[in-house]
């Protein structure tokens, strides 16, 4: 039986190497984070949608094998259990029958006994299932179409965005995330969360995520934690950031016409020269970040950015 798991899950693992080019060709893993708004007994933990060496050299395959193996199960296992237990202790609960994604935005209406358990294992069920889901190797790197716009009028730009929310990495104390989120209203933004709190709790909706605990970057940087966010950058999947994008507005009932919508080769890969060049380019841009003089000293100048425990600075 061991062995059957096994080969299932090497032949997933060729396939997602292999798949590359349109949508039809989407694994199921792709999509992992749609069972949160679905009621389970139990949440079973996504594989991955590639193999483990898959975004090599930018993660490397160790990392990400214990990421995975380790950490992700470990969150949804005791998510599973705190949300048995309290079904039991609590049948009259109708809170309790409901999604995880419902349950992850009333957080304040789960009782005490498994409310921490809950906000920390649900949290980093969740979370993770976004960060896996938004890496890939050789997809568009850069966001495109609506998102692209909303980038640019947001940010001023894609390399814009991409050193503020650098900054906000770098900077966040302890251990977290950084995220791009959209709101009811459609505004983006870069928010931060410590430990595994999730944006759904704030009423936002995740759409990219840069996970910055030491166990997603230790085993590769070391404490290098910049070195980590300046390889991460390879494997932003933009594709699968529009897609999520697209999905939330679903399930907010909150979808453009048909006739609006642009269709995207959402796995389309960019060829190896493009990627070279793109690549260059970003380590050019990332040397360049803005200096300031504080205290006599040359810094890095500091960007505002929006933490969810605190009002925008
Ligand atoms: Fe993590």
Not at 34 to 58: C, K, V
Not at 240 to 245: C, E, F, K, L, N
Request: with cysteine.
């Amino acid at each position: 039986m061991a062995g059957g798991v096994t080969v299932c899950v090497l032949l997933v693992s060729v396939l997602a190497v292999g798949s590359s080019s349109s949508t039809d060709q989407l694994l199921p893993e792709d999509t992992a984070y749609e069972m949160i708004t679905e009621y389970r007994d139990n949440y079973p933990p996504p594989n991955l949608p590639y193999a483990y060496d898959a975004l090599e050299p930018f993660v490397n395959e160790a990392t990400l094998k214990v990421h995975h193996q380790g950490h992700h199960r470990a969150y949804c296992t005791k998510m599973n259990a705190a949300l048995k237990e309290w079904r039991k202790q609590d049948p009259e609960s109708q809170l309790a029958k409901s999604s995880l994604y419902d349950i992850m935005k009333n957080l304040s209406g789960v009782p005490e006994p498994w409310r921490t358990a809950i906000r920390n294992n649900g949290g980093g069920f969740i979370n993770h299932i976004f960060y896996f889901v938004t890496m890939r190797n050789k997809v568009y790197t850069a966001p495109m179409g609506e998102l692209a716009k909303q980038v640019n009028a947001t940010f001023g730009g894609y390399e814009r965005f991409m050193e503020e929310f650098g900054e906000a990495a770098r900077n966040l104390f302890g251990s977290g995330y950084v995220w791009l989120v959209e709101d009811e209203e459609r505004n983006i933004s870069i928010i931060n969360t410590a430990n595994q709190d999730s944006p759904i709790s704030d009423g936002l909706y995740p759409l990219l995520v840069l996970d910055v605990w030491e166990h997603a970057y230790y085993l590769q940087h070391m404490n290098r934690r910049t070195n980590y966010i300046g390889k991460w950058w390879g494997v932003a999947h933009w594709g699968a950031v529009s897609r999520i994008q697209e999905w939330w507005r679903k399930v907010r009932g909150d979808e453009d016409e048909e006739d609006d919508e642009e269709e995207y080769d959402w796995e389309k890969e960019v060829p190896e020269e493009k990627m070279r060049r793109s690549m260059i380019g970003r380590k050019r841009f990332q040397r360049k970040r803005r200096r300031v003089e504080v205290g006599g000293k040359m810094r890095d100048k500091p960007r505002a950015t929006r933490s969810c425990n605190s009002p925008l600075v």
